[in-house]
C-alpha cells in the first residue's frame, strides 16, 4: 500500500488538564501517515484522483484550534477519524506531540494506527 505524509505540522491550540494550559494557546506537533492506493493518480496526474493532503492538513489545523482537548490521546483520535474520512485513505497513523511538556524532554505525546472499517 502506498503512503502520502504530512511531516511536523506545527498548530497552536488548547490542550492539557493544567489551568494554565487551557487558558494559553501552545505548540502541538502533528505527524500523519495516510495508506492509499496511488496507482490511479501516478497514471492519470490528475488531483481528483490523489488524496488531497492541502484539504486533510486545513481540516486537521481547523481543528486541533479549536477542540481544546484535555488530552492528546484524545486529539489523536479525532485526527484519525478526521483521515479516515478522506477520499481513498485506508488506514491511518497520526502522532500528536506537545513539545516541552515534560521537563528534560524535546516532547511526549501518542502515536496511534487505525484502519478504515469495511
Given at each position: 500500500m502506498d503512503k502520502v505524509f504530512i511531516k511536523d505540522l506545527v498548530v497552536r491550540g488548547i490542550i492539557g488538564i493544567n489551568d494554565w494550559e487551557r487558558e494559553k494557546l501552545q505548540e502541538i506537533l502533528i505527524n500523519i501517515t495516510v495508506f492509499t492506493?496511488?496507482?490511479?493518480?501516478?497514471k492519470s496526474d490528475d488531483l481528483a484522483d490523489c488524496v488531497d493532503y492541502r484539504a486533510l492538513t486545513k481540516k486537521v489545523q481547523a481543528h486541533?484550534?479549536?477542540v481544546k482537548r484535555f488530552t492528546v490521546e484524545a486529539l489523536a483520535n479525532d485526527l484519525v477519524e478526521i483521515c479516515l474520512a478522506a477520499k481513498g485513505?485506508?488506514?491511518?497513523?497520526?502522532r500528536v506531540e506537545k513539545p516541552g511538556a515534560v521537563?528534560?524532554?524535546?516532547?511526549v505525546g501518542v502515536e496511534i494506527e487505525r484502519t478504515q472499517s469495511k
Amino acid at each position: 500500500m502506498d503512503k502520502v505524509f504530512i511531516k511536523d505540522l506545527v498548530v497552536r491550540g488548547i490542550i492539557g488538564i493544567n489551568d494554565w494550559e487551557r487558558e494559553k494557546l501552545q505548540e502541538i506537533l502533528i505527524n500523519i501517515t495516510v495508506f492509499t492506493d496511488i496507482s490511479r493518480a501516478a497514471k492519470s496526474d490528475d488531483l481528483a484522483d490523489c488524496v488531497d493532503y492541502r484539504a486533510l492538513t486545513k481540516k486537521v489545523q481547523a481543528h486541533t484550534e479549536t477542540v481544546k482537548r484535555f488530552t492528546v490521546e484524545a486529539l489523536a483520535n479525532d485526527l484519525v477519524e478526521i483521515c479516515l474520512a478522506a477520499k481513498g485513505v485506508q488506514k491511518a497513523i497520526v502522532r500528536v506531540e506537545k513539545p516541552g511538556a515534560v521537563r528534560f524532554s524535546e516532547s511526549v505525546g501518542v502515536e496511534i494506527e487505525r484502519t478504515q472499517s469495511k
